[in-house]
């Protein structure tokens, strides 16, 4: 296969969440949602893969696979743990992350919220109550205050039509309503949170490229549902779309298509190759949910911020990137400015109500010893990432 080569300045990383990996974040809703009676997660998170002691291992690995960038989240709960109350110690941590990155070439991506907010957030009416933007707004303030000269990309929130619509609508992630009207309202709050945020990071110090992260899918309607779909994605997207018009970037997080009919989601055909999180194998998703981000925002640069497949098979992760990356070539070959590509994940991680059973990672994790261990997919794709383009093995 004769190679096919990127835009010079191509971003390549992989990615984390502070949840996911760090271990021990007993002070958020997660962990509270975890732990309580009748849980619909299958395990805790528990230890998760002790990414807070070592991370300096994690990011001289991702670095040595050929990367560019490492995006990691900072754990609200951990730097704020009670309204007002900010932890030096977390904050210098955090501040070690970034230093180490770029120590090891790797642009600092930080996500400052992911999925996760403290407890005394919670109690205060958590994401349906307006004055969170604001709270949210200050925590990004102090955050950046004192990490803000030392981060490439900046992205306020990971995925909030995710937490608004879990969280509110569907009743599997904290705290577990089922109401179409606290949906949107979550919705509202998390979009005035966005542009606080954004605001907050922008007056510095430093000056990080900043803009939310979105889960996209490839939304195909059947059997007359285009008006159901047009619904769906409308208060799933649209609206966070909107909101990204004018920022520096937006960060795109795709996985698979979803079918609509008239009467709401289907599941996949019972004949459709799935993944482990039981998602349809489908990486041509990537390439149309670039061209329908890039058509509703007016042309915000788009990155890629996450993208991956959750199997045990090695071979399969790296058929799914190799035509997920067809698509994003496509994509700028059309003059759509996309800046790059960060794989999720790099380490199989704790993955929300499904525990650690979906693997996604780049890099195995015991679950035990914490030893990690190189994938193939791995090294294939930092080959890749060094090369800048596609096409060598």
């Not at 194998?281 to 996450?306: D, I, M, N, Q, S």
């Not at 059973?357 to 997919?377: E, H, I, W």
Request: charged fraction near 25%.
């Amino acid at each position: 296969m004769a190679p096919r080569r990127f835009p010079e300045g191509f971003v390549w990383g992989t990615a984390t969440s502070a949840h996911q990996v760090e271990g021990g974040n007993w002070n958020n809703d997660w962990w509270a949602w975890e732990h309580k009676a009748g849980s619909l997660c299958l395990e805790p998170s528990g230890d998760a893969c002790d990414h807070w002691h070592r991370y300096p291992e994690d990011i001289r690995l991702c670095a040595e696979l050929g990367f560019g960038a490492y995006r990691f989240s900072l754990e609200w709960s951990r730097i704020e743990p009670e309204e007002g109350e900010f932890s030096r110690v977390a904050l210098e941590h955090y501040r070690h992350m970034c230093g180490l990155c770029l120590e090891h070439g790797l642009q600092p991506i930080v996500t400052f919220h992911h999925f996760t907010t403290p407890r005394w957030v919670v109690a205060r009416g958590g994401w349906i109550e307006p004055s969170t933007a604001d709270r949210f707004a200050r925590f990004c303030e102090r955050a950046t205050a004192h990490l803000g000269d030392l981060i490439a990309w900046a992205c306020t929130v990971c995925e909030p039509n995710i937490v608004a619509s879990m969280g509110y609508l569907y009743g599997l992630f904290p705290p577990g309503e089922r109401d179409p009207d606290l949906h949107l309202r979550a919705n509202e709050v998390f979009i005035a949170a966005h542009r606080k945020a954004a605001e907050a990071i922008h007056a510095g110090p430093g000056s990080p490229l900043v803009g939310l992260t979105l889960a996209m899918l490839d939304w195909h309607a059947v059997d007359g549902g285009e008006a159901e779909r047009d619904r769906h994605r409308r208060d799933m997207e649209d609206v966070f779309l909107d909101a990204a018009r004018g920022d520096d970037f937006l960060g795109l997080q795709c996985y698979t298509r979803m079918h609509v009919g008239p009467h709401g989601l289907l599941f996949p055909d019972s004949d459709a190759r799935l993944t482990k999180m039981g998602y349809e194998f489908w990486p041509a998703a990537l390439e149309a949910t670039l061209r329908y981000a890039w058509k509703l925002t007016g042309g915000v640069p788009l990155l890629v911020t996450e993208n991956g497949i959750a199997t045990d098979d090695d071979v399969e992760r790296i058929e799914y990137i190799e035509e997920a990356l067809a698509g994003v070539l496509a994509c700028l070959a059309d003059d759509i400015d996309v800046r790059g590509y960060v794989y999720w994940s790099l380490l199989d991680n704790f993955e929300w109500i499904l525990g650690y059973v979906p693997t996604f990672g780049l890099v195995a994790v015991d679950r035990v010893t914490q030893a990690r261990t190189v994938k193939p997919s791995a090294r294939w794709l930092g080959a890749i990432a060094r090369a800048n383009a596609t096409g060598r093995r």
